[in-house]
Nanobody, 124 residues
Framework: QLQYVESGGGLVQTGGSLRLSCTAP????????VGWFRRAPGQEREGLAC????????YYVDAFKGRFTISRDKAKNTVDLQMNSLEPGDTGTYYC?????????????????WGPGTQVIVSP
């Protein structure tokens, strides 16, 4: 059963960077479509980036283009999210899950395998 585990969160100052990783123990992620999402305190979940396992296409929510980068690390069997120029508004719990990076992927409604998340705190 697909069940992701996220890692890499922590406390960082404004302007800093973090690299989050997503893996699914026992499953080769090479062909999986994987999306990164987050939920900020008191807010709805929002999509950040999605990477296709079939053609390698990458999709970003416009607000995060240029600051966040999704990629695969085949050696580690992870899908990573590099986050730069972090701001206090990026504070939240970050999750990964799988489904096709379809037109409405950023809503996350059809995604599965949600992990427990990894917490990111950006201090002023």
């Amino acid at each position: 059963q697909l069940q992701y585990v996220e890692s890499g969160g922590g406390l960082v100052q404004t302007g800093g960077s973090l690299r989050l990783s997503c893996t699914a123990p026992g499953i080769n992620l090479d062909r999986y479509n994987v999306g990164w999402f987050r939920r900020a305190p008191g807010q709805e979940r929002e999509g950040l980036a999605c990477i296709s396992g079939t053609d390698g296409q990458i999709y970003y929510v416009d607000a995060f283009k240029g600051r966040f980068t999704i990629s695969r690390d085949k050696a580690k069997n992870t899908v990573d999210l590099q986050m730069n120029s972090l701001e206090p508004g990026d504070t939240g719990t970050y999750y990964c899950a799988s489904d096709k990076c379809h037109e409405y992927w950023s809503w996350g409604l059809t995604f599965r395998g949600w992990g427990p998340g990894t917490q990111v705190i950006v201090s002023p």
